[in-house]
């Protein structure tokens, strides 16, 4: 039975009426048109259908609609800001951290949550936390180069709004 689903997408209220049993992945592609998040295993292993829920990555292919009613999704089409990309899909444009592109928005989306639970991890943290993200073309050593420049931008973002708000 049908069921209207309310939650915040991108950045924007959206409500779908569907089964609350369907996947958040399917929704995604097929009802909204947000085919940057990609079909991988179907199962949650290899990460290229994570979004954020939350702000936390989560892989839409074991989530239900049910699941994200009232909560905040984005997806790899609501990271960039006024036509500007987040720092983490800047670095990853500026160190070639791309190869097919494929599992690129999970990479990405799983690196933006990682960087905002822990804005200076090591390179070890890093490892431990993209494990669970597949990349079948080896572009992993530019991956881990991109998170790391974009702690570092992250992080003087963070500062220099932090000072802000003290100097105001």
Same mark, same amino acid.
């Given at each position: 039975?049908?069921?209207?689903?309310? $939650?915040?997408l991108n950045g924007k209220a959206a409500r779908v009426e569907t089964d609350p049993s369907r996947r958040l992945l399917w929704v995604l592609r097929t009802d909204l048109a947000l085919t940057g998040t990609k079909f991988g295993c179907g199962i949650g292993l290899c990460g290229a259908c994570t979004v954020l829920v939350d +702000? +936390? @990555?989560?892989?839409?292919?074991?989530?239900?609609? %049910? *699941?994200?009613?009232?909560k905040e999704v984005t997806t790899i089409e609501g990271l960039a800001q006024g036509g500007q990309l987040h720092p983490v899909q800047q @670095? $990853?444009? *500026?160190? *070639? %951290?791309?190869?097919?592109? $494929?599992?690129t928005p999970g990479m990405?989306?799983? %690196? $933006?949550?990682?960087l905002l639970a822990n804005p200076n991890p090591s390179?070890?943290?890093v490892i431990s936390e993209m494990d669970g993200n597949f990349c079948r073309c080896g572009a992993h050593?530019?991956?881990? +180069? @991109?998170?790391?420049?974009?702690?570092?931008?992250?992080k003087?973002?963070?500062?220099? %709004?932090?000072?802000? +708000?003290?100097?105001?």
């Open positions: 039975m049908n069921q209207t689903i309310d $939650f915040q +702000k +936390k @990555a989560l892989r839409s292919c074991r989530l239900t609609l %049910a *699941d994200i009613k009232g @670095a $990853f444009v *500026d160190h *070639d %951290a791309m190869q097919c592109g $494929f599992c990405i989306l799983n %690196a $933006f949550s990682l390179e070890g943290e050593p530019r991956i881990m +180069k @991109a998170i790391m420049s974009a702690a570092q931008t992250m003087g973002t963070v500062e220099q %709004a932090g000072s802000a +708000k003290r100097d105001g």
